[in-house]
């Protein structure tokens, strides 16, 4: 079993429409979960922390399942530069491991 | 503020060659990880160095190898290059060994090897 794993994708979404991704991990032990994002060649940038209360930011809503070692986020009213990968990352032993990421396109 | 800074940006190799890539943290990180991204795939852990020593390493062959200099930056050293080893490799710093604020990453340094 791999240590972080995402749903395969690719998502294709038309503006506007709400979807949502999800990421299961091994490693009980981890304390720190994260959701970045990565434009095309370009390097992963942070998108939001996820807290075990839940949190939001804008249009984005991350949760934590620490009893079924998931984390999910959602995006609403999705917008056509929301099109990007996004990849879980999750704390293990002092380092940090990453999901193999779910590509987005949001179409007009 | 600066961010993380790597170089090179790009670099081609021949099979069999040794390459140093280089990464500057961001100011008031002191742990620098490495990762190494296939095209299609999620970054993968290579090391992570911490007051200049080598804390955690992921799944790679002795082949690649590292060092952190007093002043937090950090090199990638990868010997005897094979073809898979064409790559984008990610520099990623923090302030915080747990973690709790997550990395930020260097635009990378992509990796072809022929």
């Known amino acids: 079993r791999k240590e972080v794993e995402q749903d395969p994708g690719p998502f294709n979404v038309p503006e506007g429409a709400t979807v949502a991704f999800n990421c299961t991990y091994s490693n009980s032990a981890s304390q720190s979960f994260f959701w970045y994002r990565q434009d095309c060649r370009k390097e992963p940038k942070l998108l939001m922390s996820v807290y075990s209360s839940g949190n939001e930011d804008g249009r984005f809503t991350a949760q934590l399942n620490r009893a079924s070692q998931y984390i999910s986020l959602l995006i609403r009213d999705s917008k056509l530069s929301d099109s990007a990968t996004y990849l879980c990352?999750?704390?293990?032993?002092?380092?940090?491991?990453f999901g193999a990421g779910t590509r987005l396109t949001v179409k007009p | 503020d600066a961010g993380v800074t790597q170089s090179p940006t790009h670099l081609i190799k021949t099979r069999g060659q040794q390459v140093t890539l280089r990464c500057s943290p961001k100011?008031?990180?002191?742990?620098v990880s490495w990762y190494q991204q296939a095209l299609g795939q999620g970054p993968q852990f290579i090391f992570q160095?911490?007051?200049?020593?080598?804390?955690q390493r992921g799944n790679f062959p002795d082949r690649f190898s590292g060092h952190q200099f007093p002043n937090y930056s950090s090199e990638l050293n990868v010997n005897a290059l094979l073809l898979g080893d064409s790559a984008l490799y990610l520099c990623a710093s923090t302030q915080d060994t747990t973690l709790f604020y997550g990395y930020t990453f260097g635009s990378g340094t992509r990796l072809t090897v022929v």
């Open positions: 100011s008031g990180h002191d742990t």
């Open positions: 990352a999750v704390n293990g032993n002092n380092d940090m491991r």
């Open positions: 160095y911490y007051e200049e020593e080598e804390r």
